[in-house]
């Protein structure tokens, strides 16, 4: 009873971390408007403080708070109206007790106003005298120069993934052009003898491959660029060729199918070949996807996945997706998980990090966590998941009740 | 105190409903590799049976499994070995009782064995007879012909939005090339007197616009395509023209700034007189956005937004996503939302449905969500914010303690 030698999840990802210490992803100048979804390379600072001046947050009345004190519903403040300050305009006007200057929202506040009084408490009589029927406190309706960003404040961190609230942020601190990292570029292998494209006819022991369409929509997911796709037979001379061609070319190199260990186990032996360091993990503690390979060829990471499509996206989600975030130096934080009750007690496979197929049911704003069984390599249980529970290879398995994470699919 | 006559969101949406029933946007047929993140525009069927053949799931030996029975690791069953199936061709082999034949992976299961019997289980003796330790179940080890996927079922319903295991299912079913949703097409448009692009320098009372940056990045976000960005005066024939000239391009056209009822109220006087049925809804019951505009002119979907980045960005997301998901006819439960325990007490403002900033901290397997501050129209406020959290219009505020949903920014 053979059985393989392998390393923990969290082995892996050490190996991982000492084997791409110091390599990362080039990186390019690109226009903000460009950047949604890219990752920051470098810290930005803001280049100016917004807002510039201050500025009025409501339509309404520029005043000194102190004149409004004690106003009221029935016994309101009179104040001289002073004009308008237009929009785009700098506010020419001067408060000083007594006096009030129409401001509205995101008009500049005038010289000595301190606060604001929304029209909706303010009544104008005849053209020089308002009515106001509500205290204000000092600042009310203001946003002061500055207030919102500071000029040299941290604006977005190195690691950064870009989201639309950061390029307006970007935009407002003055900040048009940015250094981010290159898109990874990803070349998708399928290997198998009994593979043929899915678009072929097959004869009967041949299988469509269908890894390359899911590992390419998965890279793309993830914002990299898909370089290349390949289905090659389980030969070790065009696999040599086919992977050599694609280290050149890519960043990383997927390479599904053909990594049990039996006769047709040629993956580990081309990578190795190709240079050095080569394979330095050989087998995963997990369920599924334990025949997982990994190596590094010059800088270009190469994974041998299983050839089942429900254990090659997840071994893609877990190890290569890992490498994709290393690369660009990508905060792991910024990945927002789910977490639910678990509906039914889970079993674990002693000694593996098991990944369970779950699906989802909302129950009194909370999630309810329901297990989803299938055959291994079925792929329609994968379209039926929500995401995956993992379960620790050092756990008992999981409780019904228990509090769970599910990454989503 | 004159005050605006509003709509809740619920009114709202129910509008919207009504005055963009019938309407959605054109189709257009993709290869499957193009549709990441595409809607679905028709209910798919497999186009045949996944597997094709009876397959081994393991590597190991097809059995009939009642050979196996009593097996065990101290009283091994002997059978006798017919040879290997080949990966990529028909098995030839018959098996009968107390025979036994090597299959991979993948392979092709050979008439008559019932059950796969695992490698480390078995010990092969000579060339002709192996001993296998373990007793197997009709089944076990094997994905019988259509087991995965049966031919003519539904594999992806309309409305769906493809993610890369629906692309391997569409591909593993025999599909590829599909009928999608056109991407909505949104026109971008900024309006204020005291706005200048972002890049230019400004004057006092100037005001750099970054909203054009915001909203189009969100629109890039939902899979949309922004056809056009400007910057336009509050000028009545300025922005008649420009809205005139979007509508024609665009699916959805958002014109943010100029919306507050005042002086400079042109977007909505720009709307109706560009066409039938014009603006709907003036105003809704939200905290902050209450100035909200939505009209139709032709199938056009014409939105004014506050001008501040901050009440822009949630009512797009609140009202311009729901429109642009109606427009695909996206299924809504597809947004996998978050649920959390509130960590603090949170007013409502009565009779609007309010939207908090809100951070989210994990705590025990479980999100515990925090609110945040800021002044109205801070963009900082939104690059520190997670999410945002809804409080309904009639809802006295939420508790400490409480179960809450979050809506990821």
């Known amino acids: 009873m053979k059985l393989l030698k392998v390393d923990s999840v969290e ?13 990362s992803l080039d990186v390019e100048w690109i226009d903000i408007a460009q950047a949604l979804g890219r990752i920051a390379a470098e810290n930005l600072y803001a280049q100016r403080e917004v ?28 104040l001289q109206l002073e004009g308008n300050v237009e929009m785009g305009e700098a506010a020419a006007q001067k408060i000083v007790p007594g006096k009030g200057v129409y401001v509205p929202t995101g008009g500049m506040l005038p010289n000595g106003a301190d606060a ?43 690691g950064k993934k870009l989201k639309p ?20 570029r990803v070349f998708v292998i399928s290997t198998g003898d009994e593979l043929v494209h899915p678009k072929e006819e097959t004869k009967l022991g041949q299988v469509r491959d269908i890894n390359t369409y899911t590992l390419s929509a998965m890279a793309l997911a993830c914002n990299a660029e898909v370089v290349g796709q390949v289905i090659v037979r389980d030969d070790f001379q065009l696999l040599q060729n086919t992977v050599k061609h694609a280290i050149e070319k890519s960043d990383v ?46 800088d270009t ?23 994709l975030r290393r690369l660009q130096q990508l905060e792991e934080a910024q990945e927002v998980v789910i977490y639910g009750i678990c509906d039914a007690n889970i079993h674990s496979s002693p000694g593996k990090e098991t990944y ?54």
């Open 116 to 158: 604001m009084v929304m029209i909706e408490y303010v009544e104008s009589l005849d053209g020089d005298t308002i009515a106001v029927y509500k205290a204000v406190a000092p600042g009310e309706g203001i946003m002061q120069q500055g207030e919102d960003i500071q000029k040299g404040e941290p604006v977005v961190a190195k």
């Open 356 to 409: 369970q197929m779950v699906q989802l049911e909302e129950r009194d704003h909370q999630w309810i966590v329901k297990p989803i069984y299938g055959k291994s390599g079925a792929i329609s249980l994968m379209t039926k998941a929500h995401g995956y529970i993992k379960i620790r290879e050092n756990q008992e398995g999981i409780h019904k009740g228990e509090g769970v994470e599910v990454i989503l699919l």
């Open 165 to 184: 609230q950061d390029i307006g942020m970007l935009a407002a601190a003055g900040i048009f052009s940015i250094k981010v990292f290159k898109k990874p």
């Open 11 to 23: 082995e892996t990802k050490r190996k991982m971390d000492h084997y791409f210490e110091g390599i």
């Open 253 to 298: 190199v997927v390479v599904s199918g053909g990594s049990s260990v039996g006769k047709k186990d040629v993956t580990a032996k081309v990578i190795d070949s190709l240079g050095e360091p080569g394979v330095f993990i050989h087998g995963v503690a997990v369920k599924p996807g334990k025949p997982t390979i990994i190596g590094r060829v010059g």
């Open 51 to 78: 807002p510039e001046f201050p500025r009025s947050t409501v339509d309404g009345y520029a005043v000194m708070a102190k004149d409004t004190y004690g106003a009221s519903e029935s016994l309101p403040t009179f």
């Open 301 to 323: 990471a190469v994974f041998g996945l299983p050839g089942h499509p429900v254990s090659a996206m997840i071994i893609y989600k877990v190890f290569v997706e890992y490498i």
